[in-house]
């Protein structure tokens, strides 16, 4: 008889049970479980556990009533195992996990093993939530949570990371999209940001923050926008040879173009150039199995995120409104031009350095150049005329905001000096937009030691000397050099020839904070650039000629087919330099042709009315128009205004601030023939630039002055 081992039996006998239970409820042990859920600041956040082996996506339902089979709930989105567990934040280090608001007023991080999704409602209810593995059939208790109440609270971004980087301190932001097939319903705060496919993922971008010490009340912001193979965390302002942020007192939002999708049986991230893409396409489908269709309509997606991240920031941090620019590269510099054009009303200024005109071939996202599928926005212009760098983008302004674009003669991409390109600068000049054109030879985006690379007017800086609630002159068919036909510099036909750097408009500069811009009348002071930190900014000629015209009026908005009268006064002497008459075009464009500029300070007058101007030369007189005078000037505490009239009339004399709104009214009713003298107290302005004008119904008179303490 042979013995018989009982701890073998009983270890044999306990494996064939834990074979049996495997063998039959395989998938209990691979489920994902313990789901929990709750409502914060104005979403629903869902979290689950699963094991690290299954790679596939989540199915999420909801229903007013507790969920025990799918087909009875509404499916509201599905995700990639790689957007759950933040992928992309994983990409700034592997050690992060999401971190989301507890439901209970603190912070909840994921631990390892937990896999988010995030639910928007868009009306106050009651639902339960259901999760599950497409490998899955079978709701259980362990896979749904409810009822959750939910709200219409303001809906927040979520820091994920802060810390600093040679003195220059960060933090990085997350929230969660609204995805919809209805591109347009969404929440009064919150837009659709993606189609159906895409509900509840999450997207991260990066703001570098003011240096340490005090903080003014209000920074400009720099939006830096990444290239096409670049993303939102590689950029760092100390290392930032090409716009130069390091230089400036203000905060730098990076942003972050691009959506996880399968191509290939593998998870990548596609970029969107800024823009959006098709609204039925199914990140879930290989790209080979869904042809864009010819009639599909491309949504703003993209557009749309970045602006309600922009509008976040300007309500939660120390963002002013009215100093924000855009900058980018490459596929970068196109973002910043189709924001730009899209959303005047929000940007002061943009820098896009060698955007190009880059067919594309079959875009999954996009479609084909020669598809040119139409978008959402205003006029659904095609895709490949949103690219175009001047089709208008809005139907809210007439006019962009002041830009800048650079080429370079040695870059090898599509964004080179080629026809095309050449071609399109040549139509951005035609434009009249006032967008100040540069070339050298550089390669692509930026090149060391290439002839603007150390321009001070091509740096951040200067961008944010400007403001989106004011106008500016812009400069168009630049010529400098008038012995030669055509306009000097000529950039060439883009096949080898022309001029290896040049600018059109870069030599022009203005003060932005001395522009008047009444509804009467506009001035501006304007000169060739004399001084900078950089030796090519200045130009080695003393005058040149260009078209100018207003752009982005405030107030001062004459009706279309009315004239308007114009001087150019140098300013040192008083000497009207050119003068004239124009008639205003279509849509209230004011422009002037054939200015002279010279390295001599001069200002620009236009107005409605006829400008009559002779030299007051008299000892602490400034004014050098006819009808009044102010003096001292600047004034500290009493002035004395002086008039004349050669024959009786009615006589208006009032005084005003730069943004052209009326201060004080000092004379308006009739007088007779003869000089008046005014002394008037000055005490209750504040310190700053001010205007007298004088009207006696035939001649206008303005007369500017200084209020100092």
Not at 420 to 449: C, L, P
Not at 548 to 559: A, Y
Not at 654 to 681: H, M, P, R
Request: charged residues 20%; hydrophobic residues 35%; negative net charge.
């Amino acid at each position: 008889m042979i013995p018989i081992d009982i701890k073998q039996v009983m270890k044999a006998k306990y494996l064939y049970t834990l074979l049996l239970f495997i063998l039959i409820f395989p998938l209990d042990l691979q489920a994902q479980n313990k789901l929990q859920g709750w409502f914060n600041d104005g979403q629903t956040w869902l979290v689950w556990e699963d094991t690290p082996e299954y790679t596939g996506t989540y199915c999420i339902y909801r229903s007013a009533s507790p969920i025990t089979d799918v087909n009875q709930a509404e499916m509201i989105g599905r995700i990639f195992r790689e957007d759950g567990e933040g992928k992309l934040l994983k990409k700034l280090s592997d050690t992060l996990h999401w971190t989301i608001p507890n439901g209970s007023g603190g912070i909840y991080t994921l631990k390892d093993d937990e896999i988010l999704f995030v639910f928007t409602p868009k009306e106050a209810e009651s639902v339960y939530f259901a999760v599950l593995r497409e490998d899955l059939q079978a709701i259980t208790s362990e896979n749904d949570v409810g009822p959750i109440e939910q709200f219409i609270d303001t809906i927040q971004c979520h820091l994920q990371l802060s810390g600093s980087h040679e003195d220059f301190p960060f933090r990085v932001f997350a929230h969660w999209i609204s995805g919809s097939e209805n591109q347009v319903a969404s929440r009064l705060d919150y837009p659709v940001m993606g189609n159906q496919y895409f509900n509840g993922t999450g997207h991260l971008f990066r703001i570098w923050d003011y240096p340490e010490g005090d903080i003014p009340e209000l920074l400009p912001l720099n939006v830096h926008m990444h290239g096409g193979g670049g993303w939102f965390g590689n950029f760092r302002p100390i290392k930032d040879k090409i716009y130069k942020t390091y230089m400036v007192n203000a905060m730098v939002f990076c942003p972050d173009d691009g959506v996880y999708m399968l191509s290939s049986g593998n998870i990548k991230k596609a970029k969107t150039y800024w823009i959006g893409y098709w609204k039925d396409y199914n990140r879930f489908v290989e790209p080979a199995n869904q042809a864009v269709p010819d009639d599909g309509i491309v949504v703003n997606y993209t557009m749309r995120r970045i602006i309600w991240e922009l509008d976040w920031l300007i309500e939660s941090l120390h963002v002013d409104p009215e100093r924000i620019s855009l900058m980018g590269g490459s596929m970068g510099a196109r973002g910043a031009n189709y924001l730009s054009r899209a959303y005047p009303e929000k940007f002061a200024s943009w820098l896009s350095l060698s955007p190009g005109i880059e067919p594309m071939p079959g875009d999954p996202l996009l479609g084909s150049a020669t598809q040119n599928l139409s978008t959402n926005l205003p006029g659904n212009p095609g895709v490949m005329d949103v690219m175009d760098l001047c089709t208008v983008l809005t139907e809210s302004k007439r006019d962009i905001p002041f830009g800048k674009i650079v080429g370079g003669r040695n870059d090898k991409s599509l964004a080179g000096l080629t026809a095309d390109v050449v071609q399109a600068y040549k139509s951005i000049n035609n434009a009249g937009m006032g967008t100040h054109i540069y070339w050298d030879d550089r390669g692509h985006v930026f090149t060391e030691g290439s002839y603007w690379s150390d321009s001070y007017r091509l740096t951040s800086m200067e961008l944010n000397t400007y403001r989106n609630n004011s106008s500016f002159p812009a400069f168009f068919n630049d010529d400098q050099d008038f012995t030669l036909p055509g306009r000097q510099p000529d950039i060439g036909t883009g096949v080898g020839d022309g001029e290896i750097w040049g600018t059109w408009g870069g030599y022009y500069y203005w003060d932005p904070e001395r522009i008047v811009d009444s509804s009467s009348f506009w001035i501006a002071e304007i000169k060739l650039v004399t001084s900078s930190e950089y030796d090519n900014d200045i130009p080695a000629f003393d005058s040149s000629k260009t078209d100018l015209s207003i752009r982005n009026p405030q107030h001062f908005k004459p009706q279309s087919g009315s004239t308007i009268y114009w001087t150019f006064t140098r300013s040192s002497d008083a000497r009207i330099l050119q003068s004239g008459q124009e008639t205003v075009g279509p849509e209230g464009q004011v422009i002037i042709p054939d200015i002279h500029i010279h390295k001599d300070r001069c200002e620009i007058e236009i107005s409605e009315i006829p400008l009559l101007h002779v030299n007051a030369n008299h000892p602490g007189i400034s004014a050098k128009y006819a009808g009044v005078r102010i003096y001292p000037n600047p004034v500290s505490s009493d002035a004395t205004i002086h008039y004349s009239l050669a024959q009786p009339g009615s006589v208006s004399i009032a005084i005003y601030n730069t943004a052209g709104q009326q201060i004080e009214s000092l004379v308006n009713g009739y007088k007779n023939t003869g000089s008046y003298t005014i002394t008037w107290k000055v005490k209750s302005l504040e310190p700053g630039l001010y205007l007298c004008r004088f009207w006696n119904g035939r001649t206008l008179s303005v007369c500017k002055f200084t209020r100092q303490l």
